[in-house]
């Protein structure tokens, strides 16, 4: 009886000290070797937007052969399933056994929010790539300080877009958009933008996230509008302008990025074109920086680069910049975060820095989706095409750091539809 | 048999000492992961009353561990309350709301059986996630709840290993207390509803209080194991009361073996060790997972705690696949 029970304590003791082993063993790494941790979504729904994500950060590493100014890269993908719990548990894996400088990423704006405070709780450096919950920097900003977002916030586009409705003579608009956090916040500032140039948001509709049946929906936007705002995400963007067209509803259409994002535009119909959208980044960007960047992307993973890939492609440039700079030192992670704040560069979406809260100013983009030749390529294909250029814009747009930042984060109920009718 | 149902519990204590004494020795993320298969241990060790001891195959569990997650993540929140010695009212308040829901789901629950109780629980749960998931104002809808820092009060729960020993006492309280309940004659007339419900009701015994109070009872656990898990995590998410939490602890029970007690702790062990590894390891991860529980059931119909007994019976020559269970056990 007894040596069974040594024989049971044995086995367990092998088990565990295995797992204990694993965990240890890479303390002991190169001084030089900069450890990146990467959260994407690589299974369930989101899986091609976290492939998107991985692909863009890849190539740059793959460009400079995993080589940031004298630091051998370590880049470490985990799946977070698009879950924010799972998000968590990635990371604590991530720190606690793989050691890492840093970790980026995470897909939905519930993601950045869950993950930040653990950035903080574990003093590891949190480079929110993609999440763009406005809050993050700007009302709870000073709980994270070794957050640094090189994405953007979910409105930041979206006010100046505001002030390009209304220079196009609307006056009237009528908003439906996904009911969460990201939605809400995409509709707010665009309606405060709006409705500070004279515009009026007469009326909003949130279709619960995933919807794609819009039946019950279309029949209740109110005819006399002149415009329909719209922020669609994920399988709601494909279905959305196609049930618009078969109801017979001709007005423009406008629209937060994601609702025709790259990576979803080569599986839409011509019933898209002529829809207006808002983001930092167009792969129909004709600039010499981004063509190179498109055919690059293009020709090694067979598709164009959405704004995921090119915000990562965007953020290893960065950190490698911060590196060259330390010559490939891990200057540690309260340093890194100054450094990287300050960092002023040309990218592929433009020209880009960070404000003092640590989210990048960079141009928003007023495109129009276009069926057309570009980047030297024959076929004819669906284009985001740059109509206006607003450069240089920070998250406060021109309202005022502290001005905006004394108002509630933008909401299912702000600001208030005070035109409803 | 007392020589025997000895040398078992000798067993489990040794393995928990072992768990005990190790855990704080390994590298910091093996402590947080025995941490959270400690807590899920408790999940389904309060899911094997429900299936394993009373032959009710609840599809709800998530719905209390949420119930205790969200009630610990609302106080702490917006009333700072449990960030101190108050931690202890919140693990009794998280029990006892659990349990109040369960007694409230029971009332709808526990006229049905088999699947109709499946379909039923089920239903119950997604319920409370929709509640999670619509109610913006007190739940934080999509975004979930975040924690501050544990709670402090003499003992800092905020370190690893502090939290798991306080975890651990949990869960060895959770064990024993469970063990006296199975053992006791309210134990045995749940597993004689389970056997055979008709004649126990024709016995003249109240079949349906006695299941109810089993309900509200793995309720309470629930309850406990989602104050220990809010805190573990520090974030409450509508995803953690989602439908995969409930059946993921239904596997652990069906994996460790149902009506074990201990086999619902070992399953819980092996799904969160081999999920968060293998996940890191492989993109198909959820295949081996997935293999794992279809040959569990297909070859091991007991689960993992079945498995000396079946080694035992395939060493006897004599002894068929189907008389394994009535085998007079034998000391070695």
């Given at each position: 009886m007894l040596s069974k029970i040594a024989r049971s304590l044995s086995w367990g003791l092998v088990a565990v000290g295995l797992a204990a082993g694993t965990g240890m063993s890479r303390e002991s790494g190169a001084a030089q070797e900069l450890r990146i941790g990467f959260l994407a979504?690589?299974?369930?729904?989101?899986a091609q937007i976290g492939k998107d994500m991985t692909n863009g950060f890849q190539m740059y590493l793959d460009e400079v052969k995993g080589d940031f100014a004298g630091a051998k890269v370590k880049f470490i993908v985990e799946d977070e399933e698009g879950k924010p719990p799972v998000g968590v548990r990635k990371v604590e894996k991530l720190i606690r056994q793989d050691k890492v400088h840093m970790f980026i990423g995470g897909l939905l704006a519930s993601t950045g929010y869950a993950l930040a405070p653990v950035s903080t709780r574990l003093k590891t450096v949190y480079v929110a790539s993609i999440p763009a919950a406005d809050d993050l920097t700007q009302r709870d900003s000073a709980k994270f300080p070794l957050l640094v977002r090189t994405g953007w916030t979910s409105s930041q586009p979206n006010h100046p877009f505001g002030e390009w409705a209304c220079e196009q003579g609307y006056k009237r608009i009528v908003a439906i958009a996904a009911d969460y956090a990201f939605g809400h916040e995409v509709v707010g500032g665009f309606q405060r933008a709006f409705e500070a140039c004279g515009g009026r948001i007469i009326q909003k509709i949130w279709p619960p996230l995933g919807t794609i049946d819009f039946g019950p929906f279309i029949p209740t936007l109110k005819k006399d509008a002149d415009a329909i705002f719209t922020l669609m995400v994920g399988p709601m963007s494909l279905q959305f302008p196609k049930q618009l067209a078969s109801a017979g509803i001709k007005k423009p259409v406008l629209g937060g990025g994601t609702s025709y994002d790259e990576f979803v535009l080569p599986s839409m119909g011509d019933e898209v074109i002529g829809h207006v959208s808002a983001l930092q980044y167009s792969a129909a960007l004709e600039t010499p920086r981004n063509a190179a960047f498109v055919k690059k992307y293009r020709e090694k993973y067979g598709k164009v680069p959405s704004y995921y890939s090119e915000s990562n492609y965007t953020t290893a440039q960065m950190i490698h910049e911060v590196m060259k700079k330390t010559k490939g030192k891990w200057p540690g992670a309260e340093q890194f975060v100054k450094l990287l704040a300050s960092i002023q560069l040309e990218t592929a979406r433009g020209p880009v820095r960070l404000d003092e809260m640590k989210n990048p100013v960079h141009n928003v983009y007023i495109r129009k989706v276009e069926r057309k030749k570009l980047h030297g390529y024959a076929k004819d294909e669906l284009w985001n095409s740059v109509v206006k250029t607003y450069p240089n814009v920070s998250q406060f747009w021109k309202f005022g750091k502290a001005e905006f930042l004394k108002q509630p984060v933008y909401s299912r109920d702000f600001p208030p539809c005070k035109f409803c009718e | 048999m007392t020589m025997d149902n000895r040398r078992k519990i000798l067993m489990v204590v040794a393995a928990l000492l072992a768990v005990l004494v190790i855990t704080p020795f390994s590298g910091s993320y093996v402590i947080v992961l025995v941490t959270h298969a400690l807590i899920f241990g408790i999940l389904a060790m309060s899911l094997d009353i429900l299936l394993g001891y009373t032959g009710l195959p609840s599809l709800g569990q998530a719905a209390y561990l949420g119930m205790g997650a969200y009630l610990t993540a609302v106080l702490a929140t917006r009333y700072q309350f449990g960030l101190d010695w108050t931690f202890w009212v919140v693990v009794v308040l998280g029990i006892l709301i659990a349990a109040a829901t369960a007694a409230f789901f029971g009332l709808f629950a526990i006229r049905a059986t088999g699947v109709y109780f499946l379909m039923i629980t089920l239903a119950l749960g997604m319920c409370v996630w929709g509640l999670a998931y619509r109610w913006n104002s007190l739940t934080g809808g999509d975004n979930g709840i975040v924690l501050p820092p544990r709670p402090e009060?003499?003992?800092?729960?905020?370190d690893d290993v502090t939290y798991f020993y306080l975890v651990f006492g949990f869960f060895a309280v959770s064990l024993a207390t469970l063990y006296l309940l199975v053992r006791s004659p309210f134990g045995h007339s749940l597993v004689g509803i389970r056997e055979n419900e008709l004649r126990m009701r024709i016995l003249g015994y109240n079949t349906w209080l006695h299941k109810y109070i089993a309900f509200i009872i793995a309720g309470g656990y629930g309850g406990l194991a989602g104050v220990l898990w809010a805190q573990a995590h520090g974030l409450v998410s509508p995803e953690d009361v989602i439908l995969a939490t409930s059946v993921d602890a239904l596997l652990m029970v069906v994996l460790g073996g149902p009506g074990t007690l201990v086999g619902g702790a070992i399953g819980a062990g092996i799904v969160v060790f081999l999920r968060e590894y293998l996940s890191t390891l492989v993109p198909w991860w959820q295949y081996v997972l997935g293999g794992v529980y279809v040959l569990t059931i297909l070859y091991l119909p007991g689960g993992l705690m079945g498995l000396p007994e079946r080694i035992r019976g395939s060493r006897m020559p004599a002894a068929v696949a189907g008389e394994v269970k009535s085998l007079p056990s034998v000391s070695h």
């Amino acid at each position: 009886m007894l040596s069974k029970i040594a024989r049971s304590l044995s086995w367990g003791l092998v088990a565990v000290g295995l797992a204990a082993g694993t965990g240890m063993s890479r303390e002991s790494g190169a001084a030089q070797e900069l450890r990146i941790g990467f959260l994407a979504p690589t299974t369930g729904i989101f899986a091609q937007i976290g492939k998107d994500m991985t692909n863009g950060f890849q190539m740059y590493l793959d460009e400079v052969k995993g080589d940031f100014a004298g630091a051998k890269v370590k880049f470490i993908v985990e799946d977070e399933e698009g879950k924010p719990p799972v998000g968590v548990r990635k990371v604590e894996k991530l720190i606690r056994q793989d050691k890492v400088h840093m970790f980026i990423g995470g897909l939905l704006a519930s993601t950045g929010y869950a993950l930040a405070p653990v950035s903080t709780r574990l003093k590891t450096v949190y480079v929110a790539s993609i999440p763009a919950a406005d809050d993050l920097t700007q009302r709870d900003s000073a709980k994270f300080p070794l957050l640094v977002r090189t994405g953007w916030t979910s409105s930041q586009p979206n006010h100046p877009f505001g002030e390009w409705a209304c220079e196009q003579g609307y006056k009237r608009i009528v908003a439906i958009a996904a009911d969460y956090a990201f939605g809400h916040e995409v509709v707010g500032g665009f309606q405060r933008a709006f409705e500070a140039c004279g515009g009026r948001i007469i009326q909003k509709i949130w279709p619960p996230l995933g919807t794609i049946d819009f039946g019950p929906f279309i029949p209740t936007l109110k005819k006399d509008a002149d415009a329909i705002f719209t922020l669609m995400v994920g399988p709601m963007s494909l279905q959305f302008p196609k049930q618009l067209a078969s109801a017979g509803i001709k007005k423009p259409v406008l629209g937060g990025g994601t609702s025709y994002d790259e990576f979803v535009l080569p599986s839409m119909g011509d019933e898209v074109i002529g829809h207006v959208s808002a983001l930092q980044y167009s792969a129909a960007l004709e600039t010499p920086r981004n063509a190179a960047f498109v055919k690059k992307y293009r020709e090694k993973y067979g598709k164009v680069p959405s704004y995921y890939s090119e915000s990562n492609y965007t953020t290893a440039q960065m950190i490698h910049e911060v590196m060259k700079k330390t010559k490939g030192k891990w200057p540690g992670a309260e340093q890194f975060v100054k450094l990287l704040a300050s960092i002023q560069l040309e990218t592929a979406r433009g020209p880009v820095r960070l404000d003092e809260m640590k989210n990048p100013v960079h141009n928003v983009y007023i495109r129009k989706v276009e069926r057309k030749k570009l980047h030297g390529y024959a076929k004819d294909e669906l284009w985001n095409s740059v109509v206006k250029t607003y450069p240089n814009v920070s998250q406060f747009w021109k309202f005022g750091k502290a001005e905006f930042l004394k108002q509630p984060v933008y909401s299912r109920d702000f600001p208030p539809c005070k035109f409803c009718e | 048999m007392t020589m025997d149902n000895r040398r078992k519990i000798l067993m489990v204590v040794a393995a928990l000492l072992a768990v005990l004494v190790i855990t704080p020795f390994s590298g910091s993320y093996v402590i947080v992961l025995v941490t959270h298969a400690l807590i899920f241990g408790i999940l389904a060790m309060s899911l094997d009353i429900l299936l394993g001891y009373t032959g009710l195959p609840s599809l709800g569990q998530a719905a209390y561990l949420g119930m205790g997650a969200y009630l610990t993540a609302v106080l702490a929140t917006r009333y700072q309350f449990g960030l101190d010695w108050t931690f202890w009212v919140v693990v009794v308040l998280g029990i006892l709301i659990a349990a109040a829901t369960a007694a409230f789901f029971g009332l709808f629950a526990i006229r049905a059986t088999g699947v109709y109780f499946l379909m039923i629980t089920l239903a119950l749960g997604m319920c409370v996630w929709g509640l999670a998931y619509r109610w913006n104002s007190l739940t934080g809808g999509d975004n979930g709840i975040v924690l501050p820092p544990r709670p402090e009060f003499g003992i800092e729960l905020a370190d690893d290993v502090t939290y798991f020993y306080l975890v651990f006492g949990f869960f060895a309280v959770s064990l024993a207390t469970l063990y006296l309940l199975v053992r006791s004659p309210f134990g045995h007339s749940l597993v004689g509803i389970r056997e055979n419900e008709l004649r126990m009701r024709i016995l003249g015994y109240n079949t349906w209080l006695h299941k109810y109070i089993a309900f509200i009872i793995a309720g309470g656990y629930g309850g406990l194991a989602g104050v220990l898990w809010a805190q573990a995590h520090g974030l409450v998410s509508p995803e953690d009361v989602i439908l995969a939490t409930s059946v993921d602890a239904l596997l652990m029970v069906v994996l460790g073996g149902p009506g074990t007690l201990v086999g619902g702790a070992i399953g819980a062990g092996i799904v969160v060790f081999l999920r968060e590894y293998l996940s890191t390891l492989v993109p198909w991860w959820q295949y081996v997972l997935g293999g794992v529980y279809v040959l569990t059931i297909l070859y091991l119909p007991g689960g993992l705690m079945g498995l000396p007994e079946r080694i035992r019976g395939s060493r006897m020559p004599a002894a068929v696949a189907g008389e394994v269970k009535s085998l007079p056990s034998v000391s070695h």
